[in-house]
């Protein structure tokens, strides 16, 4: 699912269900030695996809703890984001381009209040307009968190949800304008991000890359 909106370059890993096998690397047990069952499923399965991921790209298999804020600590060279959701977890991966960030949403509107919690007022009307019968909310709230994943490793500092205006196209791709100053990349400065979404068998995902300058 996820690997249809990743562009080449870009390889991935999913699950729809947890795997009862999966061992973690001591580096990363010592993050959820104390977690609930459900947060340790979850991030079992997540570096278990982000192994296999890896793998794709020839690399033994490694641990990846958290790193600051939670962002993943990938081999040297390799830039990448994991996600997980009710139903699905997956991992991208790529040595090719400078940042990835994806995410997983369950297909259901947000929580009364959310919206307004996470959105600005131009893309409140810009949802209105799209119209439809898809949970466009929900679009809009992994946009925003595939582009905060792929901001915090050229950035190293957080993004508010306020300080990018996203604005979604309904043929599967969105745009995201950085309201903030954005970091030095690539001898560029970041200004903004391109993206795509797709909605199957109960799931929203969303990806975001940053590609490297080709000149």
Known sequence: MIERILPDG?????LFDDP??????????????????????????GRHCARTALAK????????????R??????PGVVGSITHCAGYRAAAVSLDVLSVGIDAEPYLPLPPGVLDAISLREERVMLAALGGDLHWDRVLFSAKE???????PLARRWLNFEDALIRIDGDG????????????VDGRMLTGFAGRWTVAGGIIATSVTVPRDPG
């Open 70 to 75: 939670g962002s993943p600590i990938w081999p």
């Open 20 to 45: 009862a096998d999966v061992e973690l690397f001591p580096e990363e047990e010592a993050h959820i030695a104390e977690a609930v069952d459900k947060r340790r499923r979850e991030f079992t399965s």
């Open 10 to 14: 870009v390889v991935a890993a999913e």
């Open 173 to 184: 791709a969105f745009a995201a304008s950085l309201l903030v100053s954005g970091p030095s």
């Open 57 to 68: 790209l020839g690399f033994p298999h490694v641990p990846v703890p958290p790193g600051e």
């Open 146 to 152: 595939s582009v905060y994943k792929a901001w915090f």
